[in-house]
């Protein structure tokens, strides 16, 4: 495995302007495995001018046809290179090696998908009447910057950068500081490939300073954001100093789920939800399913299954078989964890299962155990913000209208779902909840395919689906007088 991680800009791996470099730390063993190189203001503006300047270079000469093919090559190399991406994504990141091999896959789906979405964009023609030709161009946005986090760095990469360039525009890409080597990684299968210069860049480094930097230029003429809130509101303040049209910006969630089965014989789908979220990722997901709203006659089955199912939950470093969920990927994060757990405590919430550093692990490594509180309400903290780990909140309601408005009273709006046999319920729900994503009987359609995103604080815009390549691209409207002596 590669050691030592450079800046890509304008085509060539380079160290920052200042030379410094940052160690790279194994979550599960709070060892150092890695080197990364962090960019500096100049760097980010480096990057910035080789994506405007590749705007009219060889790239400018590619067909739809020829940039759909190429993200569909880079798709193939990504899987070619899945095992090396998995361990590489499991090590810095903390993820199981089977949930960093579906990742790789998702990276190679979103290049595959959009690549063939190259080729489809169209433009139109309006009738004014005799004497005039009225056309709409449909052109790409420019330069665009993407401001990707750590809990899917390959996925979410894929998931704006693919559509981007199979739109024709250019990319500076700002992993986020503690997690960018896979982002490198996969920026040399774009090299590999064929990539022209500056057309894709990577400067890893401190988000506080080159987002900055990053956000407020005005040669970019799109920002794609995906982070928390707070630096959400920061990315669109810099982002209206030039008008900078805001792509997208997936902020995270608060996912309702609500358990409405006929009875308990039908509890194996949401006990198996409810570990899966807090096994997939260590809970560190934006649509991650942390509030469960149980009917009343359910709930005392709900949790005495949920424990069961959390306990033979394995927890522990990629390196072992078998192992349901890693380390949190930072000692940030773990951290926050921990405090919203004793936090859980304190509000009165009752601990179910979990509830601190799992047993036989030692002290090193980030593992936080799953956990689950009971008797919550919806004016407890950890009900009310993202806690982005292995933790789930239980609250018993005693009606489907209660379950609604209690999922429906949040700040954020991104994803939620039903657990019904009840086809009428099902559909009735979907209508009443206030998010962009709903699932029924189930947590899948996250990608690709579908369109993503929220509404309220978890963010504007949405990514995967067919329209969203769309908002990679601008309308430029020309007329002509036909009429001219
Ligand atoms: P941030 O929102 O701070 O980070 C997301 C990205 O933004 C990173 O690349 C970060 O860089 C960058 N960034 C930081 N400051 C700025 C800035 N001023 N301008 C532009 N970009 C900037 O999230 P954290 O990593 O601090 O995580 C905190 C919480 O956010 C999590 O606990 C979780 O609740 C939520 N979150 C939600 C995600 C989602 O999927 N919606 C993803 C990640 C986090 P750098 O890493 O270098 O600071």
């Known amino acids: 495995m590669n050691t030592s991680y450079q800046l890509f800009i ?14 790279v730390i194994n979550p599960a063993t709070e060892e150092i495995f890695a080197e990364v ?5 100049e760097d980010a503006i480096l990057a910035l001018k080789a994506g405007q300047k590749a705007l009219s270079g060889e790239w400018s000469t590619w067909s739809p046809a020829r940039r759909g093919r190429f993200l569909t090559s880079v798709a193939a190399a990504v899987r070619r290179n899945a095992a090396e991406l998995a361990q590489l994504l499991s090590s810095e990141q903390g993820k199981p090696l089977h949930q960093a091999t579906s990742e790789v896959e ?8 959009f690549g063939g979405c190259a080729d489809k964009l169209t433009g139109m023609t309006i009738d004014l009447g005799p004497g005039q030709l009225d056309f709409v161009l449909r052109e790409p946005l420019g330069l665009t910057v993407h401001i990707a986090p750590w809990n899917y760095p390959l996925d979410i990469f894929c998931r704006s950068v693919a559509p981007a360039l199979a739109a024709g525009n250019t990319c500076v890409v700002k992993p986020a500081e503690e997690i960018s080597l896979v982002s490198l990684a996969l920026a040399s299968l774009f090299q590999q490939e064929g990539i022209p210069a500056g057309v894709l860049n990577v400067v890893p480094g401190p988000g506080a300073v080159l987002g900055k930097v990053l956000t407020e230029d005005p040669r970019v ?3 794609v954001f995906t982070g928390s809130v707070e630096t959400g509101r920061k990315v669109l303040e810099a982002a209206s100093r030039n008008i900078t049209p805001v792509i997208s910006m997936e902020l995270g969630g608060k996912a309702a789920s609500l358990v409405f089965v006929k009875d308990a014989s039908e509890l194996d789908g949401p006990v198996g939800g409810a570990a899966g979220a807090m096994a997939w990722n260590a809970g560190q997901s934006c649509g991650q399913r942390s509030r469960w709203y149980v009917r009343r006659d359910l709930y005392a089955p709900f949790l005495e299954r949920v424990a069961e199912r959390v306990r033979s939950l394995k927890v522990g470093p990629f390196t072992q078989p078998g192992v349901s969920l890693g380390p949190l990927a930072s000692k940030k994060q773990f951290d926050k964890v921990m405090s919203y757990i004793r936090l859980g405590q304190s509000e009165g919430a009752r601990l179910i299962v979990g509830g601190g550093r799992p047993e036989g692990l030692g002290e090193k490594g980030y593992f936080v155990a799953p956990t689950v509180f009971a008797d919550c309400h919806n004016r407890m903290q950890i009900v009310r913000e993202e806690i982005f780990g292995p933790v789930i909140t239980v609250i018993p ?6 379950a609604v408005a209690l999922a429906n009273d949040s700040s954020y709006g991104l994803s939620s779902e039903i657990w019904t046999s009840d086809l009428t319920e099902a559909h009735s729900v979907a209508a009443r909840l206030d998010v962009g994503h709903v699932t029924i009987n189930g947590s899948a359609a996250f990608g690709f395919e579908v369109p993503f995103g929220g509404v309220k604080l978890s963010g504007l815009g949405r990514e995967g689906g067919p329209e969203a390549i769309l908002a990679y691209t601008r309308l430029k409207n020309v007329w002509i007088n036909l009429n001219r002596k």
């Open 37 to 41: 190189s962090w960019g500096t203001p």
């Open 221 to 223: 003429r799109g920002i």
């Open 106 to 113: 998702d990276a190679a789906r979103y290049l595959e998908y």
């Open 10 to 23: 304008n085509g060539v791996w380079r160290e920052g302007s200042d030379g410094t470099k940052v160690p």
């Open 397 to 402: 309601v005693d009606s489907l209208d209660e």
